[in-house]
């Protein structure tokens, strides 16, 4: 059974500070890995997908690593922003699409 | 463009009320759908999904059930709602038959049993 650990479950940073943020999974065997953002009471934003033959994927000040030999991913923020607040999810795609979510990371950017 | 509409966007419920919770998308065909449960606290837990009309795999035991009563609509019921029922709730779904495909969320359910 597919297991997904997120690490640290909460951060606080001041604004302009880089971050990385930790997933872990217990099973190698997936498809691709996804970065979700939620804010409060609100769905989930696509961040970033890397497909299991990727390394990295990025986007504006996000870049996203995935090394899946050893069950890791990191995403990273470059120069937080107070707008970056929000809780970030990971999730694992494996067979039959099934997706594993993490418990998440809580981020608070301070001004 | 395919797009996902899930509607309540909140709902209150007294205990031992029923429930219905309705997801449809646009634009694609054929969509395998889910619906997940994130309960206060708790990470995203997947609760049902379909790869087709009528088809419905449950994945944890609950006081849920799902349907499908057309390709592009997926809906949760219950029939007497407990106080663990409460959460937010989301629909999704995927392009059928490609694993590396993702899923694509709506905005989710936010539902309050009192």
């Known amino acids: 059974k597919q297991e997904v650990t997120q690490i640290p479950a909460a951060l606080s940073v001041p604004e302009g500070e880089n971050l990385v943020l930790n997933c872990s999974f217990t099973d190698s065997a997936i498809y691709n890995l996804q970065w979700f953002r939620q804010d409060p009471g609100k769905g989930l934003t696509s961040l970033l997908l890397i497909q299991s033959s990727q390394r990295e994927q990025t986007s504006g000040r996000l870049n996203a690593s995935l090394d899946k030999s050893s069950g890791r991913s990191t995403l990273y923020i470059a120069a937080s922003q107070p707008g970056d607040s929000a809780t970030y999810l990971c999730a694992v795609q494996g067979g039959y699409q099934k997706v594993t979510f993490g418990t998440g990371t809580k981020l608070q950017v301070i001004p | 463009s395919q797009t996902i509409h899930q509607w309540p966007a909140t709902l209150v419920q007294p205990v031992g009320s029923p429930l219905s919770l309705e997801c449809t998308v646009e634009?694609?065909?054929?969509?395998?759908l889910y619906w997940y449960r994130q309960a206060a606290g708790r990470g995203l837990q997947l609760l049902f999904y379909s790869v087709g009309i009528g088809q419905i795999s449950s994945e944890v035991p609950q006081n849920l059930s799902a349907s499908r009563p057309q390709d592009r609509q997926f809906i949760l019921s219950s029939k007497k709602l407990l106080l663990s029922d409460s959460g937010f709730y989301l629909c999704?779904?995927?392009?059928?038959?490609?694993?590396?495909?993702?899923?694509?969320f709506g905005d989710g359910t936010r539902l309050s049993i009192l």
């Open positions: 999704a779904w995927s392009t059928p038959g490609h694993s590396n495909q993702p899923q694509h």
């Open positions: 634009g694609t065909s054929n969509p395998n």
